[in-house]
């Protein structure tokens, strides 16, 4: 009995490991890259204004 309870302590953990990386990757799905890539789109326009201002 002791044997099986060492192997199913692993398989719990997988089984919970599992779970969690599905709720923790949730909201990756709905969040598009849109803000990051418009942030960055005023980066470059601002360093190209510094650059050629100087």
């Known amino acids: ?4 309870a060492w ?6 953990a997988a089984v919970a490991a599992g779970l969690w990386g599905s ?3 949730r909201t990756r799905k ?5 803000p ?5 789109a005023r980066f470059r ?3 190209e204004k510094s650059r050629t201002g100087a």
């Open 1 to 4: 009995m002791a044997a099986l």
């Open 36 to 40: 990051e890539l418009d942030g960055y």
């Open 23 to 25: 709720w923790a990757n």
């Open 30 to 34: 709905a969040r598009s890259d849109g």
């Open 7 to 12: 192997l199913l302590i692993p398989l719990v």
């Open 45 to 47: 326009e601002a360093m």
